[in-house]
């Protein structure tokens, strides 16, 4: 998994990459411009942050931007949700996800968002078992980022349905939701109405273009 770079790390694989491309290469011919402090710390950040490759003792090769780039947004919050602990169900547009059977996706491979509700006693669990994931996460509310990402919605008591084997919150909590957010949930209520047989506020228009995902 690649790792965002920070100004001065992108700046040092800029410039290893157009000196050297995909070949090999040692670090004097890169001296001049770093302390030798500073490089050794920048070099051992973008191996670690997949951006570089050890080829031997003092020897490295750039790993190519589209694969270190295309790497930034392999997907990896669903294994580590299967993968917790702790309570969890998926909540809000996320959960018409779920319940929608995917026919309306929120996420995209740049903006992916995972709402999940969790227990407001396990929250300190949770930010500490993402950051160990190296998973970007927010409470309550998303910020501006790229890429896969989790909200953390806190609460004092869960009520988890299963639906195609996924923890979800129960399908009228999410009728509910969509209800509020009608304008960007219409499509999801519709496929409601005609899959669970569910009253909403979907029109008849929206109705029947819902119908053709079923």
Request: hydrophobic content about 40%; aromatic content about 14%.
């Amino acid at each position: 998994m690649t790792e965002a770079l920070t100004g001065q790390e992108f700046s040092l694989y800029s410039l290893l990459f157009l000196k050297f491309g995909g070949k090999q290469f040692g670090l004097d011919s890169v001296r001049w411009y770093f302390s030798s402090q500073t490089l050794k710390k920048l070099v051992f950040n973008l191996v670690e942050a997949g951006w570089l490759k050890r080829q031997g003792r003092g020897v490295y090769a750039c790993i190519a931007p589209r694969e270190a780039v295309t790497a930034l947004f392999e997907p990896k919050v669903g294994k580590a949700l299967q993968e917790s602990k702790s309570s969890y169900c998926f909540t809000k547009a996320s959960a018409a996800e779920v319940w929608s059977n995917e026919t309306y996706i929120q996420r995209s491979w740049e903006y992916s968002p995972f709402f999940v509700k969790v227990l407001r006693k396990d929250l300190k669990k949770w930010k500490q078992f993402l950051d160990s994931e190296e998973i970007k996460f927010f409470v309550n509310k998303p910020s501006n980022t790229v890429g896969e990402f989790v909200v953390l919605v806190p609460v004092a008591s869960i009520k988890i349905d299963f639906h195609s084997g996924k923890p979800v919150e129960p399908l009228q909590e999410t009728i509910a939701f969509c209800e509020a957010n009608k304008d960007s949930f219409e499509y999801v209520l519709a496929y409601f109405s005609n899959k669970y047989r569910k009253k909403t506020t979907a029109s008849k228009e929206m109705l029947i273009k819902a119908r053709e995902a079923l």
